[in-house]
C-alpha cells in the first residue's frame, strides 16, 4: 500500500531561519515524490518532483530510499513562504497519493 | 490554455439531493483525478481515470460516481448528498509518462456545503 507521512502539522519559524518539511513514505517499489504548495485559498501548485532535482523557490528535496524520506528544505525562510505544503507519492497504479500537509508559518 | 476548469465554484446542497460536479481539461492529459480536501486530512483520492472509459475507485470512494466520456471531462456525481460530503473538491489531471517529467495540475476547487 501506499502511504505519506507527514508529521507536522504546523511549522513555525522567523524570517531568515532554515526550514524543513518532512515527509516520509510507505512505498515497495520505485515510487516518484512530488511536493506541492497552496497558498490561502488558492488551487494546489507543484513545486518539487523528485526526478528532476531541481531547486525552485529557493526549496530543495532529496529522494532518500534508505529513510524512505523526501524532507522539502530551504535555508531561508521568506515571509512569502507561508502556505500549505503537501508531500505527495505515485505508485505503479497512478494513483497519486498525498500526505496530510504540514502548514508553513513565516513571521516577519 | 485554460489548463483545468472546474464548475461551480460553491454550491449549497441540501441532505438528499444530487449534483454534478464538472471537471474539463484541455491539455489533452489522459489521467484525471478527483480529490476532497478536508481540514487537517490533506487530500483524499475519490476516483481517477486512465482515459476515456476507465475509472477506477480511490481512497474514499463511497458515495460518488464518475465518468469519462471524453478525454476532456471527468464529471463527479453525487447522487444523496450527505453532511459528511462538507468539503473543497478539486480535480486534476496529468499526461501518463513514466517517470512522471509532468507535475499534476490541479483547477481551482468547489467548495460544498451540505445542510
Known amino acids: 500500500a501506499q502511504r505519506v507521512t507527514q508529521p507536522e502539522k504546523l511549522l513555525s519559524v522567523f524570517k531568515g531561519a532554515p526550514v524543513e518539511l518532512k515527509c516520509n513514505y510507505s512505498?515497495?517499489?520505485?515510487?516518484?515524490l512530488f511536493w506541492y504548495v497552496q497558498y490561502s485559498r488558492q488551487r494546489l501548485q507543484l513545486l518539487l518532483r523528485h526526478i528532476s532535482r531541481e531547486s525552485i523557490k529557493g526549496f530543495t528535496a532529496d529522494l532518500n530510499k534508505g529513510e524512505t524520506s523526501f524532507h522539502l528544505k530551504k535555508p531561508f525562510a521568506q515571509e512569502e513562504d507561508s502556505a500549505m505544503y503537501y508531500c505527495?507519492?505515485?505508485?505503479?497504479?497512478?494513483?497519486?497519493?498525498f500526505g496530510t500537509g504540514t502548514r508553513l508559518q513565516v513571521f516577519p | 490554455n485554460a489548463g483545468v476548469t472546474q464548475t461551480p465554484k460553491f454550491r449549497i446542497l441540501k441532505i438528499g439531493q444530487s449534483m454534478t460536479l464538472q471537471c474539463a481539461q484541455d491539455?489533452?492529459?489522459?489521467?484525471m483525478y478527483w480529490y476532497r480536501q478536508d481540514p487537517g486530512m490533506g487530500l483524499k483520492l475519490i476516483y481517477y481515470?486512465?482515459?476515456?472509459?476507465?475509472?477506477d475507485k480511490g481512497e474514499v470512494p463511497n458515495g460518488y460516481n464518475v465518468s469519462r466520456s471524453t478525454t476532456e471531462d471527468f464529471p463527479l456525481r453525487l447522487e444523496l448528498a450527505a453532511p459528511s460530503q462538507t468539503s473543497v473538491y478539486f480535480c486534476a489531471s496529468t499526461r501518463l509518462v513514466r517517470p512522471s517529467n509532468y507535475g499534476y495540475t490541479f483547477g481551482s476547487g468547489t467548495r460544498l456545503t451540505v445542510v
Open positions: 481515470s486512465v482515459g476515456a472509459g476507465i475509472t
Open positions: 505527495a507519492l505515485r505508485g505503479n497504479t497512478d494513483k497519486l497519493i
Open positions: 491539455m489533452n492529459h489522459n489521467y
Open positions: 512505498y515497495s517499489g520505485s515510487p516518484e
